[in-house]
């Protein structure tokens, strides 16, 4: 298991954009899928994107086409470009792996 720490969150307009990044203490070659979720307040947590060791992506349909999850192994950090940002994007973003989840970085989009 690795330790997840994300970054990059913040207030923004609708229509701004955000670049989350998500860095592991270790190597995440061998991860086969990690993930950001996200936790709107009063909500649940729901799966935003994930990508697998091979670089297959799947996004929430809410998401499709605005937000791109990526990976980097050499640098071991996993990112979440959002772009298009709407206030219902507003919550806690996480990162996870099997294992291990981040502690979150608030993201707030106004109106």
Do not use: H
Not at 96 to 101: A, E, K, R
Request: glycine residues 12%; charged residues 15%.
């Amino acid at each position: 298991q690795v330790q997840l720490v994300e970054s990059g969150g913040g207030l923004v307009q609708t229509g701004g954009s955000l670049r989350l990044s998500c860095a592991a203490s270790g190597s995440i070659f061998s991860i086969n899928l990690m993930g950001w979720y996200r936790q709107a307040p009063g909500k649940q947590r729901e799966l935003v994107a994930y990508i697998t060791s091979t670089g297959i992506t799947n996004y929430a349909d809410s998401v499709k086409g605005r937000f791109t999850i990526s990976r980097d192994n050499a640098k071991n950090t996993l990112y979440l470009e959002m772009n298009s940002l709407k206030p219902e994007d507003t919550g806690v973003y996480y990162c996870q792996s099997p294992g291990s989840w981040g502690q979150g970085t608030q993201v707030v989009v106004s109106s």
